[in-house]
Every structure is written in structure tokens, then in C-alpha cells.
């Protein structure tokens, strides 16, 4: 079994293309958390398209001018909600919902663009000298390279985002001095060049405001000099070489080189949620140029020795090798993703998991902020849904392989912003509802934005974001087994559930409920025969808030806490009913077992507490398992591609084999429906393997990453599941480093013969793994290996 594992662990994936990317969305990402690259691996002209995870339009001034509600707030206002239902009035209940809206969330920005011109020999490569091209990405270096021939030259380059010294390095070299180029920095912001010593910089100017596209506004781009004026940046870039330099304010020249070594580094005006973006954009500059000198002073092997050894560190302790077919895991990756349709491609779905592990660790690091909707890459001024951090489904799937997947450091990001969120969100319930507690709704940004956005009900009233975000919290420490890290999250885990309590309302029939209700983004058919969505007590809310309530209970006896409001929220937690089943078998939406007005909807709310949560599994409640597969059945398989993600989650956990197989085959589509002829939502994946919601959103590939690990192992009845939805033709394959609550890793290789399985826990424990039909008691000791085999 050694051999198997560390076969895995040392093998190389690698995403790879035949030509240069001609889009967006064929160029490979790279990054270190906090700066993202999108290499495009050009030859006469290339590109990088540079981000900052802390650019973001708008501050502190912009939300509070956005945040004035819209109508009525408080209790009054919550009650004139709850009688209009009360009373049947479904059309003024929603008018009355409304008036809780204010503004929107603001826009994660594109930073710029590094653009290399290359000449060879005193001329620029052109289509047709240019010979034996490949680009690539190595996951296992986190390099992207790009290598050609021209006039019998051979020229390669290199690019690392570093995450030990926070800056891209771009290396080129030629096989003979015959290299030059020239660089120029651009962005779509307000920008101009400004002259650092023997490079460039380029000084930037963010937006005050940013309107998503889907709202029509005079101004949806707006500059100001006021006191909401947009956080200021900068691009450093500078470089060393054995070549002639020349620098001016606009660009920089090198000539006469065998190799080029670029370093750059960017810096924002951000300095948290709270405090005004005050530092202008010429200190942002020397922030930046500072780190560039120094890394310069390393020089490029030391660079890169450091760098290889930072990402190996989280991306080597796990991977996944699924038998493909030979032939096609050698052709290029495009290539590999067009013929997914007709053919069957296990090794495909191996390079998506070891691809979404790639991607956290180049997009969340601690320190920094979450991944937002399209990770830490965009490159529109305007993205969409402002590639904020949605948090009605969003942003939580991001982060479901964090832990899982054993990479919980990378968690970190998301658990330090729920804090921060959580003290914006205490002023929303106590203004917006008059509740204890904190909440949040299913926008907010690097402000940490609370408020529910003016829209439509069916996805601004979800009052329930701490519910849901505070799971992650418990997550993390049923994992880690951190008491410490417990500890300081009680005051968030008690805040959420506070608001919880105080929103309930009590029913007819004695339970406690929500009023106003909805299940995000989905409406029911209402009396009249016209879409509607505000209700009462979803099968989302109670889910949500039962698994908070369970959750706060076990936390404050883990951590000897004597509060009265542990009490109470007991009590309440007995009160809230089961999930209904409906007359098609299906566990229902709404309390009421009303229509879907689309019944193929991509949400599936109501199955939460099947995947992430774990109230419901097929062995402990067993009528509701069966019910929440009736309800993927008649929703289809069909869906946007984060939609496709949840879907094998939930597959998996109901140990669906066959059907989480069938998702993850249609999440590997090329995106394009014309490439396909296929009918449906055009979901799949992208040239460079992005998940296509469409348009791109992140949260697929974490998702996929996270369905394909359920399958694998599951511990979240507290007994360790080995393939416990292993499909038929992932007949052998093994996959290391995965993680199961308690501090276990557990490594596992499998043939048709049986599994071979090794568990290394942190601390001593009993557990029972289960296998097929068979289980068995282990006793795990710190650091030993346990070793398991069925043959």
C-alpha cells in the first residue's frame, strides 16, 4: 500500500494545449491567494492578466449610502409581513418584504495586464515559423510554462505566483542570445505609469461604486473624489537579466538576452472591512516595489526552490489516479474535455479533483480574504453578480473540499471573514428586524455588506446566511479537533443562533416556524396561478437553524459554557418539525407541499440538510433519504455547473454511485452547447477546465472536488465510510491524503479485488470503518500508521 500512495503523491497533472489561448477562458490560472495570473502563452504578444484579491470597488462610505432600506423596517414591519401571510395576502406580504431592501453589494475588480512583446533573433515569432509549441500547467509546481521553436531557436517561459515572497516571476530564455522583448502595463481602471528604478509601475484608481449588470443605473461606473472614493493600487515590475535594459515610465525594453527574469508584485488601499481605504496609490507603490527588490535580490532558483516547496507542502497531501484510457489522458486538454461527450474519461475526473485542490491553494491563503465567485481571476470591470462572495450557496461550496480534502489552512480565509461579517451583520438584525444576534443575507463583499440587496424576494429576504456560514466554523473544529479555535468562535456560533431564536414565530399547531420564508432562488405557485416566493418556514430555514441550534448546544458543552440562551435554543430545537414528504414522494420545498414554478430549479435548498449538513442519511433516517432522492430525481440531472457539483454531493452522500457518476460525466462537457449540439443550461467546463455556471463561476470545480472526495470516504455519522459511492467504472484507482472528522487521513487503494486502506490519526481514538457490507472497530494511536486490507 506505501508504494500505491506514494506512487499517487508524486504523480504529475498536468492541465496541457497545442496552441496559445486565444480567450479568457482558455488561459491557465495562477496565484498565491492573494495575487491571480491568467497566462495566455502567446509568442509574438502575450498576456497575463494580473488580480488582487483585495481590489475591490466601493469601502466602508459606499455601503453606508447604499444601505438606506427601501421601506418600513424593525418589528412592526416584520409582524405587517407575518399577518399578511397569516391572512392569505401573499401580493402584500411581498410588497411589505421589499421595503427591507437596500442598494447591493460591491465588485470584486480586475487589477490589469502584463503584456510581453518577444522578438527572436532581432524579429517577433509569427504563426508560421513558429514550431514543436506547448503550453502548460504543471498542479504539482504550480508553473506554467510555455516552450516553442523559432529560426532554430528554442524559447521557453516560465510563470510562478509566490506565495513565500508574494510575487509573479516570469522567466524567458533562448537557447541563444538572440531574446528581447518589451513590456508594457495596462488596466481597464483610472491608471497612469509612474517610473520605479530600472522598471515600471503603473499607479491605479478604483471605482467608488459598482452596479452589478443586472441593474440598470445612470452611473454604473462611478469615480469620486469625496469621502467615498475607491481604494487606490499598483503594479511594481521590474527585472533582471544578462541582456541590455531600458526603463521609462511606459514601458520596459530588454535586448541581447538569454534570459529575462521579470518580477512583479502588486498593492492595494485595503486594510479591512471597516477602515476607509485611505492609502494613496504612490504608497501603495513603494509597498509593492519593495517586494520586488527584495525578491530580485534572491534571484530566480531561489525563488522557485521556495515556491516549489510552499505549494507542495498543501497540494502534495492529496491526490487522486483513477485507470484512464492512455491514449486519450495524452492529448491535450481541450481535446480530452471535447470527447468527454461520447467517451467515458476517469482520468478526466482524477485531473478535475487534484485541479480543484490546485485552485483552492492558489486562491486562499490565510491572511487573505474568501475565494468570491470567480475564485481570485476576472477580468470584466463589471463581472457578474459583481463576482462577489454569494453566500446563499456560493461561497459555502467553495469551501467544502477545504477540509475534506486536507487542506485546512486554506479554510482559514472563510472562518476569520465570518467574524468580520458577523459584527456588520449584528447592526442588520437589530435594524432591519430588531432580533439579537447577527445575520447576513445572500450578497456581501470585502466590506462585509449585510443588508438584504433590492431585488426579488426570492433570493434578497434569506435573512439566514450566519446560520448556514457558522456551520463552517464547526466544521473546522470537527475536524482539527481544535478546542482553542472553538473557543473563539463561540461568540459567532451563539450570534447566529441568536437571531434564530428571536426569528421564529410560533404556529398554529404549537411549532416554532419562519415568517417571511423563502427558498433560495426558487418560487411556488401561489393561489392566484402567478409565481411567488415570500411563504412560511421553508425547508431550508428549519433545516439551517435546527443544525445551528444542534450545533451551539454541542459547543457549549465541549466548552463548559453556562449561558441561559443554551437553554432556550434546546428547547426551540424540539419544536421544529421534521422535513415534510410530499404526494410525489419527494422531501418538499416549503412547509406546504406547493409547486415549483420551475421544478428543474438549480438550487436545491431544501436537501441541505443532506449535503453539507447531516441530518439526513440513508441509514439513520432512512424515509427522508429515500425522499431527498425522490427530489433530485424529479429535478433532473440537467443544471448550471455549480448546480451539477452540489448534485453529486448530494448523490454521493446518499451513495448514489451510478447517478454522482452521471453528474460528474455531464460536469466534464465542454461548456459550449454549439461545440455539443446538446440542449440544456450550457453548463460544463471551459478550455482551461473552469467551471461554467455559464458564465464562469469557481464554486463548480470546488464542488466537483468535494462530490468526488464524498464518494470516496465519508465521516459524517462519526464512522469512517471507505468508497462509499465508488462508481462501477472507477474499477481501480487510489487516492491519498484524504481527510475524515476526527483527525484521521486515510489513504486508499482499490482494485476489483478489494481495498487496501492506511489511517494515520493526529490523537489517540476508537473508530469503526466501514467497507461494502463489512465494518470493523480500529484502535488509531497518534502518528501510527493503521493499515486495512479486504483481499
Given at each position: ?233 499598483a503594479i511594481a515590475l521590474r527585472s533582471l537579466t544578462d541582456g541590455e535594459v531600458r526603463a521609462t515610465d511606459s514601458q520596459l525594453e530588454v535586448e541581447d538576452a ?305 449561558d441561559p440562551l443554551v437553554a432556550e435554543i434546546s428547547t426551540a430545537r424540539k419544536r421544529l418539525p421534521e422535513p415534510p414528504i410530499g404526494a410525489r414522494g419527494q ?176 490523537r489517540d481514538q476508537e473508530r469503526t470503518v466501514r467497507y461494502g457490507d463489512g465494518q470493523v472497530r480500529v484502535r488509531l494511536i497518534a502518528g501510527l500508521a493503521h ?5
Open positions: 500500500m506505501s508504494d500505491l500512495v506514494s506512487s499517487a503523491r508524486s504523480g504529475r497533472q498536468r492541465l496541457w494545449y497545442d496552441r496559445p489561448a486565444a480567450t479568457w477562458l482558455e488561459a491557465l490560472p495562477l496565484g498565491n491567494g492573494r495575487i491571480g495570473a491568467m497566462c495566455f502563452g502567446g509568442t509574438a504578444t502575450d498576456r497575463i492578466a494580473l488580480n488582487d484579491e483585495t481590489l475591490w470597488s466601493g469601502g466602508p462610505e459606499t455601503a453606508r449610502q447604499l444601505s438606506v432600506p427601501l421601506g418600513a423596517t424593525g418589528p412592526d414591519a416584520v409582524q405587517a409581513v407575518r399577518e399578511a401571510l397569516w391572512a392569505g395576502d401573499i401580493r402584500r406580504a411581498h410588497d411589505f418584504a421589499r421595503g427591507f431592501h437596500s442598494g447591493y453589494s460591491q465588485a470584486y475588480l480586475p487589477l490589469g495586464d502584463l503584456l510581453i512583446e518577444t522578438r527572436v533573433g532581432g524579429s517577433a515569432p509569427v504563426d508560421d515559423t513558429v514550431t514543436a509549441y506547448r503550453r502548460a500547467l504543471d498542479l504539482d509546481e504550480a508553473v506554467a510554462t510555455t516552450q516553442y521553436d523559432v529560426d532554430g531557436e528554442h524559447v521557453q517561459q516560465e510563470v510562478f505566483v509566490s506565495a513565500p515572497d508574494d510575487v509573479l516571476v516570469v522567466r524567458l530564455s533562448a537557447s541563444a542570445p538572440a531574446l528581447a522583448l518589451t513590456c508594457r502595463l495596462s488596466s481597464l481602471l483610472q491608471s497612469r505609469g509612474h517610473a520605479v528604478e530600472g522598471g515600471l509601475g503603473l499607479l491605479l484608481q478604483a471605482p467608488a461604486d459598482v452596479a452589478p449588470p443586472h441593474r440598470d443605473v445612470p452611473e454604473p461606473i462611478r469615480y469620486s473624489d469625496g469621502a467615498d472614493r475607491g481604494m487606490a493600487a538569454t534570459e529575462i527574469v521579470l518580477v512583479l508584485c502588486t498593492a492595494t488601499g485595503y486594510d479591512g472591512p471597516s477602515t476607509p481605504p485611505n492609502r494613496t496609490a504612490v504608497e501603495c507603490l513603494i509597498r509593492a516595489d519593495r517586494a520586488v527588490s527584495n525578491a530580485l535580490g534572491r534571484g530566480f532558483a531561489d525563488l522557485l526552490e521556495d515556491h516549489l516547496k510552499d505549494h507542495r507542502r498543501l497540494f502534495r497531501r492529496s491526490s487522486l489516479e483513477l485507470v484512464g484510457i492512455p491514449e486519450v489522458s495524452e492529448q491535450p486538454t481541450d481535446v480530452r474535455v471535447a470527447g468527454s461527450v461520447d467517451l467515458d474519461d476517469p482520468a478526466l475526473a482524477a485531473l478535475a479533483y487534484n485541479y480543484g485542490r490546485y485552485l483552492m491553494v492558489a486562491s486562499s491563503r490565510p491572511g487573505g480574504l474568501p475565494t468570491n465567485l470567480q475564485g481570485i481571476w476576472n477580468d470584466i470591470l463589471r463581472p457578474p453578480w459583481s463576482s462577489n462572495f454569494t453566500v446563499n450557496i456560493n461561497t459555502e461550496m467553495n469551501y467544502w473540499p477545504a477540509e475534506t480534502t486536507n487542506l485546512p489552512e486554506c479554510h482559514e480565509p472563510l472562518l476569520r471573514f465570518i467574524d468580520h461579517l458577523a459584527e456588520a451583520g449584528r447592526t442588520t438584525a437589530h435594524e432591519r428586524y430588531g432580533c439579537g444576534g447577527w445575520t447576513a443575507h445572500h450578497n456581501t463583499d470585502a466590506w462585509c455588506w449585510a443588508n438584504p440587496v433590492e431585488g426579488d424576494p426570492r433570493w434578497s429576504n434569506w435573512p439566514l446566511a450566519g446560520a448556514w456560514l457558522a456551520r463552517h466554523l464547526w466544521d473546522h473544529y470537527e475536524f482539527t479537533g481544535d478546542l482553542s479555535f472553538l473557543g473563539e468562535s463561540w461568540r459567532t456560533l451563539r450570534g447566529a443562533a441568536e437571531f434564530c431564536l428571536d426569528w421564529l414565530v410560533e404556529l398554529p399547531d404549537g411549532s416554532l416556524g419562519t415568517a417571511p420564508s423563502t427558498s433560495p432562488e426558487n418560487d411556488y405557485i401561489a393561489p392566484d396561478g402567478q409565481p411567488a416566493s415570500v411563504t412560511v418556514s421553508s425547508t431550508m430555514d428549519l433545516a439551517l437553524i435546527s443544525d445551528l441550534f444542534h450545533r451551539v448546544e454541542q459547543a457549549a458543552a465541549l466548552l463548559d459554557v453556562v422531501l418538499q420545498e416549503w412547509a406546504a407541499d406547493l409547486p415549483e414554478e420551475d421544478p428543474h430549479h438549480r438550487h436545491m435548498s431544501h436537501l441541505v440538510g443532506v449535503h453539507p449538513g447531516d441530518a439526513i442519511t440513508p441509514d439513520t433516517t432512512p424515509a427522508l433519504a429515500a425522499a431527498a432522492l425522490r427530489s433530485l430525481d424529479l429535478r433532473g440531472d440537467e443544471a448550471t455547473g455549480w448546480s451539477l457539483a452540489w448534485k453529486i454531493c448530494l448523490r454521493a452522500r446518499l451513495q448514489d454511485a451510478a447517478g454522482a457518476h452521471r453528474l460528474i460525466r455531464a460536469f466534464l462537457r465542454p461548456a459550449d452547447d454549439r461545440a455539443t449540439g446538446r440542449p440544456g443550461s450550457g453548463a460544463g467546463v471551459y478550455p482551461n477546465l473552469f467551471c461554467a455556471h455559464p458564465p464562469f463561476q469557481i464554486d463548480g470545480n470546488f464542488g466537483a472536488t468535494a462530490g468526488i472526495a464524498e464518494m470516496l470516504l465519508q465521516s459524517h455519522t462519526g464512522d469512517i465510510v471507505l468508497l462509499p459511492a465508488l462508481p462501477d467504472a472507477w474499477s481501480s484507482g487510489r487516492v491519498s491524503g484524504l481527510r475524515a472528522r476526527g483527525g484521521v487521513v486515510v489513504d486508499i487503494a482499490w482494485t476489483p479485488n478489494g481495498i487496501e486502506a492506511v489511517l494515520t490519526a493526529d493499515r486495512l486490507s479486504t483481499s
